[in-house]
């Protein structure tokens, strides 16, 4: 069993669509991040957090430390979002990312 | 602000070569971390260093090594190729410890 487990693995909507990637992990962690990453492979870090709840524009990520789970939730999607969509999670005291084998999204316009 | 930036973009090489991938952090960034992304493979941590030690790597072979040069810039070596070393090499940077990784573009590296 991988420590960071995400869901679904593509996921396909339409453009306006409220779209949730959830990513579970089996570890204890400091910090989750999520990534999005575009064809070509450039990746951009979206969200760094340990508790509650962080958005930026129509992005919103939460974490429940408890039940060791984030989710990833986009507002108003729209075919730009179109990425691939990975979870990451780093270990108190280690700086190293394991990361999630990632959420395929696809907006159709 | 530049970002972090990874030359070269494309690397083609032959089995049994060596490949030298570098990283330039962004400004003030003292941390520098490297991933391989193999096809059909998610992101797996290689190497990280700060202030010119390496700090941790993951599991890989002695083949694959690197350094930080005093102007915090990274270089990470992959010596006698294998097929299964093609893959995108990303690099990130970060502040210090525990702060937010930003990503480069990426080297991908195919061997034939």
């Known amino acids: 069993k991988n420590e960071v487990e995400q869901s679904p693995q593509n996921l396909t909507a339409q453009e306006g669509e409220f779209i949730t990637i959830n990513c579970s992990y089996s570890v204890g962690i400091s910090a989750l991040h999520w990534l999005q990453q575009h064809p070509g492979g450039g990746i951009v870090s979206l969200f760094m957090l340990s508790s509650g709840k962080k958005k930026h524009g129509r992005l919103i990520a939460t974490i429940n430390i408890q039940e060791k789970h984030s989710s990833l939730h986009i507002t108003a999607s729209h075919p730009r979002d179109s990425a691939v969509y990975i979870c990451a999670v780093r270990s108190g005291g280690n700086e190293k990312l394991t990361f999630g084998t990632g959420t395929r999204l696809t907006i159709i316009p | 602000e530049a970002g972090v930036t990874q030359s070269p973009t494309h690397l083609i090489k032959t089995r049994g070569q060596q490949a030298t991938l570098r990283c330039s952090p962004i400004s003030g960034h003292t941390s520098v971390y490297w991933y391989q992304q193999a096809l059909g493979l998610g992101l797996q941590f290689l190497l990280w260093y700060d202030e010119g030690e390496e700090r941790n790597r993951g599991n890989f072979p002695p083949r694959f090594s690197g350094r930080q040069f005093p102007n915090y810039s990274s270089e990470l070596n992959v010596n006698a190729l294998e097929l299964e070393d093609s893959a995108l090499y990303l690099c990130?940077?970060?502040?210090?410890?525990?702060?937010?990784?930003?990503f480069g573009p990426g080297t991908r590296l195919t061997v034939l």
């Open positions: 990130a940077s970060s502040f210090v410890f525990g702060n937010e990784q930003f």
